[in-house]
T-cell receptor, first 111, second 115 residues
């Protein structure tokens, strides 16, 4: 898999505030995926981005892939307590799915 | 329910003991993986199997061995457990979705403590 850096490592927000996490790579990525892991749970696939400049939405979540395919972002509008967890953006590199995960961004939402 | 099943969910070992973590998937996926997760370290790949009959080292293979028993099962063995292997272990398998994405499906995790 290709290595990406994710920032911030931690984010605390009040419920209702927006939240954004960023993933950056020094090399062009073939694709990027996003996973969410709830506290005490396992990572769950959210979405994959493949095309340059791609934007995908899932309810309050907006995913973007940069024009140069070197960065990606996840934006959550009006956070809820159910958004709590760690968000990962592993990048692809093999045809069979091997992915390299970084530290992720740990999101805490205060009610 | 289709998915990845790993056992045991919890295990406490003494230093030097051995054990095997079992993993099975029923999604007919070719590829399977073992990750470990430690606080502040994210998920690190231990070993993977791109297809039945093949296994390869990941980022942190030392102290572990794996066996791809058949297409469904991929086990992780600790021959002589050390306190540094205290972690949460996740098994995963990957397969193509209708969207074209090669997606990882994770098991619920196995929490291992080595005293």
């Amino acid at each position: 898999g290709q290595q990406v850096m994710q920032i911030p490592q931690y984010q605390h927000v009040q419920e209702g505030e927006d939240f954004t996490t960023y993933c950056n790579s020094s090399t062009t990525l073939s694709n990027i995926q996003w996973y969410k892991q709830r506290p005490g749970g396992h990572p769950v696939f959210l979405i994959q981005l493949v095309k340059s400049g791609e934007v995908k939405k899932q309810k309050r979540l907006t995913f973007q892939f940069g024009e140069a395919k070197k960065n990606s972002s996840l934006h959550i509008t009006a956070t809820q307590t159910t958004d709590v967890g760690t968000y990962f953006c592993p990048a692809g590199g093999t045809s069979y799915g091997k992915l390299t995960f970084g530290q992720g961004t740990i999101l805490t939402v205060h009610p | 329910n289709a998915g990845v099943t790993q056992t045991p969910k919890f295990q406490v070992l003494k230093t030097g003991q051995s054990m095997t973590l079992q993993c099975a998937q029923d999604m007919n996926h070719n590829s399977m993986y073992w990750y470990r997760q430690d606080p502040g370290m994210g998920l690190r790949l231990i070993y993977y199997s791109a297809s039945e009959g093949t296994t390869d080292k990941g980022e942190v293979p030392n102290g572990y061995n794996v066996s791809r028993l058949n297409k469904r099962e991929f086990s992780l063995r600790l021959e002589s457990a050390a306190p540094s292997q205290t972690s949460v272990y996740f098994c995963a398998s990957s397969g193509l979705q209708v969207s074209g994405a090669n997606v990882l499906t994770f098991g619920a995790g196995s929490r291992l403590t080595v005293l």
